[in-house]
């Protein structure tokens, strides 16, 4: 039967993944030097990103007249509410193949207090964060703009800022951040769907947080930076692999599913000695190694809990990298810098407590029916459903 679902849930997956592409969270970012009543602005978003909009891809110096037209209507600096005019041509400058930077300069009028506003993307991405920040006569600071909040007051008409964004707009930021990134919510899903008990739930939550929090300091801070495309598709990897674990627990134990589970590790671990894909060869012969001793000492022992507790802390690790991204781009000076990880890093806590407060509930009530068969039936879809959906998140992102 759970075969059945599996074959099911990725025939589905597959159907529905290149319309819904990889869109999980809507960001980007701009730098404004500004200098009297002048200003430069340079705006950096994803080639993804873009796609949202009507105009195509961004190809220096190559740039579609309509993008040149929108962006500065829609991220503008303003004087006394008076939009500044666009000074000469708006430019896509040299970047990484997957990013656009493009840059334009504005001149306001000689009076009334400067003000940034964005309104980018909210057309296509409602809940798109733009974070500006600001190099002035009163050094750098940095504003998180969305929806509910569009525009940055600054506190002189020479620019100067009246702040940066408080500890309780990152905690926002970090609860917008795990509620929209879907991989992070199903590997958690993954790990909750076979926990029988509260204290199994602690252990597990406890042990994927200090994980994610360790690697998301280490990488804000700017101590580790691994290839955020590796980082993605070994994401999408550790759910295959913890709903492989769960199929195999549902399946009686069977011993195809680990062996599936290495050999296919072990044939990317190939493929990328050819020079195929985003994870390095090292790293997926590593992950057979580590996921067949993973099920040899599951089969000795009869409630896993203390190591699923293991296996979502080693994974916990890779997610921090994933939760690092905005923080990382934003490129904080280090006095903006802690304040900032704080509140990131309470704010994903908190989306991710609300999440098994949530979930976790109603796995325990269907558990406790008398029959006992759609809880079943909640473990076996919901496992194929995850296999399906971490299978397609590795290889779109490893081998598109």
């Given at each position: 039967?759970?075969a059945?679902?599996?074959a099911a849930?990725?025939?589905?997956?597959v159907?529905i993944?290149?319309?819904?592409?990889?869109h999980?969270r809507?960001?980007?970012?701009?730098?404004?030097?500004?200098?009297g009543?002048d200003?430069?602005?340079?705006?950096?978003?994803?080639?993804?990103?873009?796609?949202?909009?009507?105009?195509?891809?961004?190809?220096?110096?190559?740039?579609?007249p309509e993008l040149?037209?929108?962006l500065p209507?829609?991220?503008?600096?303003e004087?006394?509410g008076?939009?500044?005019?666009?000074?000469?041509?708006v430019?896509?400058l040299?970047?990484?193949?997957d990013?656009a930077?493009i840059?334009?300069?504005?001149?306001?009028?000689?009076?009334g207090?400067?003000?940034?506003?964005?309104?980018?993307?909210?057309?296509?991405?409602?809940s798109?964060?733009?974070f500006?920040r600001?190099?002035?006569?009163?050094?750098?600071?940095?504003r998180v703009?969305?929806n509910?909040?569009r525009?940055?007051q600054?506190g002189a008409t020479d620019?100067?800022?009246?702040?940066?964004?408080?500890?309780?707009?990152?905690?926002r930021?970090?609860?917008?951040?795990?509620?929209?990134?879907?991989?992070?919510?199903v590997f958690?899903?993954a790990?909750l769907?076979?926990?029988?008990?509260?204290g199994?739930?602690?252990?597990?939550?406890?042990?994927?947080?200090?994980a994610?929090?360790?690697?998301?300091?280490?990488?804000a801070?700017?101590?580790l930076q691994p290839?955020?495309?590796?980082?993605?598709?070994?994401?999408?990897?550790?759910?295959?692999?913890v709903?492989?674990?769960?199929?195999?627990?549902?399946?009686?134990?069977?011993?195809?599913?680990?062996?599936?589970?290495?050999a296919?590790?072990?044939?990317?671990g190939?493929?990328?000695?050819a020079?195929?894909g985003?994870?390095s060869?090292i790293?997926?012969?590593?992950?057979?190694?580590?996921s067949?001793?993973?099920?040899?000492?599951l089969?000795?022992v009869e409630r896993?809990?203390?190591l699923?507790?293991?296996?979502?802390?080693c994974?916990?690790l890779?997610?921090?990298?994933g939760?690092?991204?905005?923080l990382?781009?934003i490129?904080?000076p280090?006095g903006?810098?802690?304040?900032?990880?704080l509140?990131f890093n309470?704010?994903v806590?908190?989306?991710?407590l609300?999440i098994?407060?949530?979930i976790?509930p109603?796995?325990?009530?269907?558990?406790?029916?008398?029959s006992?068969?759609p809880?079943?039936v909640?473990?076996e879809?919901?496992t194929?459903?995850?296999?399906a959906?971490?299978?397609?998140?590795?290889v779109?992102?490893a081998?598109?």
């Open positions: 039967m759970l059945l679902w599996l849930a990725f025939a589905l997956s159907g993944a290149e319309p819904a592409t990889a999980t809507s960001t980007s970012y701009s730098s404004w030097e500004i200098e009543r200003a430069r602005i340079r705006f950096r978003i994803t080639q993804l990103e873009l796609t949202r909009l009507p105009w195509g891809i961004v190809s220096p110096p190559a740039l579609q040149a037209a929108y209507d829609v991220l503008r600096l004087a006394g008076v939009v500044c005019a666009v000074v000469g041509p430019r896509a040299a970047a990484p193949n990013r930077l840059e334009w300069r504005v001149s306001c009028p000689s009076a207090a400067l003000a940034i506003r964005s309104e980018l993307m909210l057309e296509v991405a409602p798109h964060l733009h500006a600001i190099r002035s006569g009163g050094g750098i600071t940095e703009l969305s509910t909040e525009v940055w600054l620019g100067t800022s009246e702040g940066g964004s408080s500890i309780a707009s990152y905690v930021v970090g609860i917008e951040h795990i509620a929209t990134g879907y991989d992070h919510i958690l899903l790990l769907l076979l926990a029988a008990r509260l199994e739930v602690v252990t597990i939550v406890t042990g994927f947080t200090i994610h929090s360790i690697t998301l300091a280490l990488a801070l700017g101590r290839e955020a495309a590796a980082v993605e598709a070994l994401i999408g990897c550790s759910i295959v692999i709903a492989a674990e769960n199929g195999w627990h549902l399946s009686g134990r069977r011993l195809i599913v680990p062996r599936v589970v290495v296919g590790l072990a044939l990317s190939l493929l990328a000695m020079g195929v985003a994870i060869a790293t997926l012969f590593g992950l057979a190694l580590f067949g001793c993973y099920f040899a000492l089969d000795r896993p809990a203390r699923r507790a293991a296996i979502a802390f994974f916990g890779v997610h921090g990298f939760f690092a991204g905005v990382t781009e490129a904080l280090q903006r810098l802690l304040p900032a990880l509140g309470v704010g806590e908190v989306g991710q609300a098994v407060a949530l976790w109603l796995l325990l009530g269907l558990s406790r029916l008398a006992g068969r809880h079943r909640v473990m879809v919901g194929a459903a995850i296999c959906m971490g299978f397609y998140w590795m779109e992102r081998y598109a």
